[in-house]
Every structure is written in structure tokens, then in C-alpha cells.
């Protein structure tokens, strides 16, 4: 099985801590729609007997675009890949994008159901206006809540973003978030630390004076709050920055975490085939001139088995799956497999780490610090 993500490269307004490939000008976008089915076209010999079990739009802000332009690209896909039966077709989308009414009455909902969509992945990353004004976020709070009432009567497979550590945000008011998206009965949470990005504008208005630094000792309360709260209420910490219940975790983002090959389709979109990673460049006028050219605007590195055994490494840890000591001799050889088992000693002895059933696995207090764990089992500067 595989993945198709196609990247949408629009916002209205920047956020102030996205460091993403966007433009605020849709001067471009139909230009780049065509773009995108012509680089679907172009592709297709990359999954020759591999079925897409998934199709991701995510940016930038997907639910930019019109219902025809997401029908056009979903059956671009179809007529050129062979896709499963019932495939996870996620949407990527912005509150204020999910509260207008379309034509006949029928509400944005509707019609993403009528093209394919059957999960949508919604932005809300606050409920409080404080924290939406100082992300630059375009929705408030009351779109946020009167989108996720609408959303819940047509979609049962919704996810929320949230974000935590954010500047002048209390364990109280995060506690309110949490509780906000459970009283909707949202089967999926991912949720990520306010990170800053080096040249966007939160990282200027910091080091302004404007806004106070981000307090990491305050996100990692935030984060534990987090599990605590939505493992009570039946959610299960799949990944570092993901929850869901049971039947509802990302089959997207699982795929990324177990190494299935995607397709990034876009401009900065990035490709895996298991051996290599690719990406498109970041540019939407070069990528558009590109594809028109019959050119595939990628860049691409083969992976040492170094770079794989890290790989591995680097996501497994942050999933439930741990990494399988197994896997590591068979696919790397014993001389990874034991070089693993000693750098992590002293996380085990720590307390951060453990080993259960063959797999190595952060403990709950070690998933905070899983990625800064995670580089230093790397192996460096080895064929």
C-alpha cells in the first residue's frame, strides 16, 4: 500500500509561526491546479503495481479550494493510479473556510462528501482569541466552535489540531482546549508544541521583545496534561504528536511512521520509495514552469543504510510500535542491533526508554524528549 499527498501551496494570511511553503497571493492557483494534475499524470510509472490507499491535501490551507478543483485533482488520481476500495482522502481545512453555505443550500460538508472527502483534518489550534491574534490565525474562536458543531453531523473521522506552549496560554485555559474538542466527540487530536521557526515573524517579534519566548518547561506540563487527559477519555498516543481512538488513527500519517512509500505532488512536496527521498522545489511559478515543460521539478538522494537504520530509528520511537530489535538485525545487521543496545542503556537506566517484547519503547516520561533521545542512537558517518 501507498500514499498520494498533494500540496497546496495557498493561505489567506501567514501565520506567524509557519515556516511552510504558502503564498498569500492565489494570483497562481489555477496555474498550479493544472500543474498538479499534470505532475499526478507524469508520475504515474512511480506506483506501477502499488494501490493508494490514501490521498492527503495538506499546505498551506486545501480547503482554498473550490469543490471542482478538488473533484478535478481526486479523479486525476483515480484515472491514473490504482487506488483501494475505500481510501482515507483527507482534507486539511481552516474554520473559517468550513462555516459558509454553498449553492442550494447544501453546506461545505456536503459537498466535500460528494468528491471523496471522507476525513478531515481542521485547524483549530486554540479556542481562545488571545492565542489565535498572536498566531495570526484567520478564524476565531465562535467559527472555530460553530464549524466543528456542523462538522460532527456530516463526518464521523475528524481530526483537530491543537497547540500547546503557546505564549501566555495556561494549564488551565489547555485544559479548557481539551475539554473544548472532547465535548464534540472528536476521534483524533494531533497536537504539537509552538515551535519557532528561525525568520518567521514570531521569531522576529521575540527577539523584539514583542511576544515572550516560548517556556519550554510550560509545553512540557502542556504535553503531559495532554496524555493524561485524552488517555482517560479512551484515546490512544499512537505518535509523539498524535491520538486517536481506536479505529481512527491517520492511515496517512501511520504510513509515514512505518515507512510505506508516498508521492508528494507540489511544489516543496517531498517523495519516499523505501530506497529514496525526493522533494519538489519550493517555488510555485518555477514548479508550474517546470511541469509545463514536461520536467519534474525534484531533487532527490539515495539513502545509505545508515540513513535508513536513522530513519527507522527516528520514527519508530515516536510511535507505539517502538522500534523492533528484530527488524534492526535483519534489515541493518547484528552490528546495529548492538550498537543500539548500548546507547540506549542509559536511557533505559534513566528510565526513558524500555525494552518490552523484543522493541525498544519510550516510557511516558521520555516521550517529551523522544526526538533528542532518537539522534542520539544515530549511527554517523557509516556506509
Known sequence: MAGIYIHIPFCKQACHYCDFHFSTSLKKKDGLVKALVKEIELRKGEFKNITVETIYFGGGTPSLLTIDELR????????????????????????????SVRAQSRTIFEDYKRVGVNRLSIGVQSFFEADLKLMNRAHNADEAKSCL????????????????????????????????????????????????????????????????????????????ILIEKLETSGFVHYELSNFGKHDYFSKNNSAYWQGKPYLGIGPSAHSFNGNERGWNVRNNSKYIQSIEQNILPIEAEILSTTDKYNEYVMTGLRTVWGVSLEKIEQDFGIQYKKYLLEQSEKYINQHLLYIDDDKLLVTKKGKFLSDGIASDLFKINLA
Do not use: C
Request: glycine residues 2%.
Open 72 to 99: 478535478f485533482l481526486i479523479s486525476e488520481v483515480y484515472n491514473n493510479y490504482e487506488v483501494a476500495k475505500n481510501p482515507e482522502i483527507t482534507l486539511e481545512a481552516n474554520p473559517d473556510d468550513l462555516v
Open 149 to 224: 458543531k456542523e462538522a460532527t453531523k456530516h463526518f464521523d473521522n475528524i481530526s483537530i489540531d491543537l497547540i500547546y506552549g503557546i505564549p501566555g496560554l495556561t494549564n488551565n485555559n489547555w485544559i479548557k482546549n481539551i475539554e473544548t474538542v472532547l465535548s464534540y466527540n472528536i476521534p483524533h487530536i494531533s497536537s504539537y508544541a509552538l515551535t519557532v521557526e528561525p525568520k518567521t515573524a514570531l521569531d522576529t517579534f521575540i527577539k523584539n521583545g514583542v511576544i515572550d519566548n516560548v517556556d519550554d518547561d510550560l509545553a512540557q506540563q502542556q504535553f503531559h
